[in-house]
């Protein structure tokens, strides 16, 4: 229906989530009809962060920098270093606040049905990090899923074999929630892992 | 195609789109299926929960073509929670399903199997799952027709009898060997009081174990061919 460079376009838009054809062909419009100097900004970041944008090289997350920003910051806690599966667990809990330690970035959780083992995951990087004996305390922010604990579980064991503390986040019942709607397994989690007053 | 309150198991759930699960289950009246469950990853989708391995639930779906759509999903019974090398365990029988089962191919058997599998596993309590592992593989194998007899001889059908070696081929069975030689030296043998322990589940005596182990091996690898199950990698 639209000239060719157009049509690339919109087809190179729905590579984003959530993004369809119709909704990828109302942005293409916007841009090109009323907001051309946005359309510039956009390519030129795009084209600067898929140059610039890599991987830290102590924990894993997203970063221009050879060392992210968390990772350099002197005023965090080096002993206390917290495993989550992505970098956007990374932002939940800076958001929430709270931890002062660093982020150890799995890039994923081990699934050997996807063909994600240890070695995908960053293991070796991990266990030389703990071998530096910098760290004292592992807490494993992986996902509350099957997948997730197998892995909370994995490195635990590789963690307690280096002499390294080992903690689990907790999981129960929502703050906020009411108990009746909260699913059976949480339920039993949470009583399970009650906590003395 | 309306499939209303059937029992299932999840095997595997992928990601799909932004807010929805492709998930693989195991039921006993069409085998494994795959089901999109929309919606479900979205922030506080009562589902979700439900939708992990391991966790004996009811499900309803519906849809024509081969992939349906999950209509309700409720939790069949308590919650077992498996932990440690049971999870391990647990993920290897599910790669070893979604490996060797092929979709809507119904089997009550195989799912009495895992069922039964799975509450042994989250009873297991720090012990090994090895014994537990070993028994669903030979039934599973039984079940798909590649079931191989511990008692008997491959040609003659005679009692395998205890003090005799014997060599195993994955496509006939146990074939007595007259080698005179000692079986350490020779570690493609077994010994026949070894199978028949196996045959009876027995596993008390450690070096059964280690034979069941290898045996399962060579049973599985013609079906798994070159790609090996990546869960193993857990266990190492």
New interface residues.
């Given amino acids: 229906m639209f000239s060719p460079l157009i049509d690339d376009l919109i087809s190179a838009l729905r590579c984003l989530?959530?993004v369809g054809p119709k909704s990828a062909q109302r942005m293409v419009l916007h841009l090109l009809e009323h907001n051309r100097e946005g359309a510039a900004r956009l390519a030129r970041s795009l084209d600067k962060a898929i140059e610039g944008v890599g991987r830290c090289q102590r924990c894993r997350t997203l970063t221009e920098q050879t060392v992210c920003g968390i990772c350099e910051n002197p005023r965090r806690d080096g002993s206390v270093l917290c495993v989550v599966e992505t970098p956007a667990d990374v932002v939940a809990i800076e958001q929430a606040g709270g931890y002062q330690g660093k982020y150890f970035v799995l890039l994923g959780r081990?699934?050997?049905?996807?063909?994600?083992?240890?070695?995908e995951i960053g293991m070796d990087h991990l266990v030389n990090q703990l071998k530096t004996g910098e760290v004292n305390e592992v807490i494993l922010a992986t996902n509350p899923?099957?997948e997730g604990?197998?892995t909370a579980?994995?490195i635990s064991e590789r963690a307690k074999e280096l002499g390294v503390a080992v903690s689990r986040i907790a999981h129960g019942v929502p703050l906020g929630g009411e108990l009746e709607?909260v699913?059976?397994?949480?339920l039993?989690?949470a009583f399970s892992s009650r906590k003395a007053l | 195609m309306r499939i209303e309150f059937q029992p299932a198991y999840v095997l595997h759930t992928r990601p799909y789109r932004d807010t929805s699960l492709l998930v693989d289950l195991l039921t006993p009246d069409y085998g494994r299926i795959g089901a999109v469950a929309k919606g479900v990853r979205r922030g506080k989708s009562q589902r979700r929960p439900l939708l992990n391995p391991f966790i004996a639930v009811l499900v309803s779906l519906a849809g024509k073509s081969n992939l349906k759509t999950l209509t309700a999903v409720e939790a069949d019974g308590p919650s077992l929670r498996l932990a440690g090398l049971a999870l391990y365990s647990g993920f290897y029988v599910n790669e070893l399903l979604v490996r060797l089962l092929g979709e809507q191919d119904p089997n009550p058997d195989i799912f009495d199997d895992y069922r039964w599998t799975m509450q042994a596993l989250s009873a297991l309590d720090g012990g090994t799952p090895e014994p537990l592992l070993r028994q669903f593989e030979w039934r599973l194998l039984d079940h798909l027709g590649y079931g191989i007899s511990f008692t008997q001889e491959a040609d003659t059908g005679d009692a395998i009898s205890p003090e005799c070696l014997y060599r195993f081929d994955p496509e006939a069975g146990f074939i007595p060997t007259y080698s005179s030689r000692n079986p350490i030296e020779t570690p493609k043998l077994f010994i026949g009081a070894d199978l028949l322990a196996c045959a009876e589940a027995d596993f008390t005596q450690p070096q059964v174990l280690a034979v069941a182990k290898r045996l399962s091996r060579q049973m599985l690898h013609p079906l798994l061919g070159s790609k090996p199950l990546k869960s193993r990698d857990l266990f190492k």
């Fill in positions: 989530p959530g081990l699934s050997p049905i996807d063909g994600i083992g240890p070695e899923t099957m604990e197998t579980f994995y709607f699913d059976g397994g949480t039993a989690h």
